[in-house]
Antibody, heavy 119, light 109 residues
Framework: EVQLVQSGAEVKKPGESLKISCKAS????????IGWVRQMPGKGLEWMGI????????RYSPSFEGQVTISADKSINTAYLQWSSLRASDTATYFC????????????WGQGTLVTVSS | EIVLTQSPGTLSLSPGERATLSCRAS???????LAWYQQRPGQAPRLLIY???SRATGIPDRFSGSGSGTDFSLTINRVEPEDFAVYYC??????????FGQGTKVDIK
């Protein structure tokens, strides 16, 4: 059974750094892409980017390139999303999700990680 | 970047009625690479439809998708109480980003 288990909620101050995680199980982590989706409070879904853990090939949405870093550690089947300097506007729930093996729709989702940035 | 526009923003229905949701793309989506997701409050999205018209595993047959090119729709026949949620379309054809529409909320009349 495919499972994506995300790290817990975070409360941070503006300017702080953060790295959240998504641990995958039930499939071959290095054979599929894995991605991140943002949902700001009361708003819709935004596609952030995807990474192929085998070679760390990463594709970002232009809206997020340079704002976040997506990475993966294939030794522990875990993907990451990180910020070097958080802003209040980064307050959102972040979902990791696995694109289907043959196409790029997301067939499995993590439970979401709520990130709150407030002074 | 392909922009997806969903309509209506909110659809108010009674249980048992039919829901028709629209998703229009700013440019042609090749090979009908269009998916639909359902998101209930406090939950992660759930895949309903991929390839514009193929139901995902375990999705009831009251959900159906259709369309091609730039115009797509999701139909829910005989809406059940658990179907009141927000629905998103997503295009995944071509290079990233694989954008989402802004969502349609189906609520109880």
């Amino acid at each position: 059974e495919v499972q994506l288990v995300q790290s817990g909620a975070e409360v941070k101050k503006p300017g702080e750094s953060l790295k959240i995680s998504c641990k995958a199980s039930g499939y071959s982590f290095t054979d599929d892409w894995i991605g991140w989706v943002r949902q700001m409070p009361g708003k819709g879904l935004e596609w952030m980017g995807i990474i192929f853990p085998r070679d760390s090939d990463t594709r970002y949405s232009p809206s997020f390139e340079g704002q976040v870093t997506i990475s993966a550690d294939k030794s522990i089947n875990t993907a990451y999303l990180q910020w070097s300097s958080l802003r209040a506007s980064d307050t959102a729930t972040y979902f990791c999700a696995r694109p289907n093996a043959y196409d790029y729709y997301f067939d499995f989702w993590g439970q979401g990680t709520l990130v709150t940035v407030s002074s | 970047e392909i922009v997806l526009t969903q309509s209506p923003g909110t659809l108010s229905l009674s249980p048992g009625e039919r829901a028709t949701l629209s998703c229009r793309a700013s440019q042609n989506i090749k090979s009908s690479f269009l998916a639909w997701y359902q998101q209930r409050p406090g939950q992660a999205p759930r895949l309903l439809i991929y390839g514009a018209s193929s139901r995902a595993t375990g999705i009831p047959d009251r959900f159906s998708g259709s369309g091609s090119g730039t115009d797509f729709s999701l139909t829910i026949n005989r809406v059940e109480p658990e179907d009141f949620a927000v629905y998103y379309c997503q295009q995944y054809g071509g290079s990233p980003p694989h954008t989402f529409g802004q969502g349609t909320k189906v609520d109880i009349k």
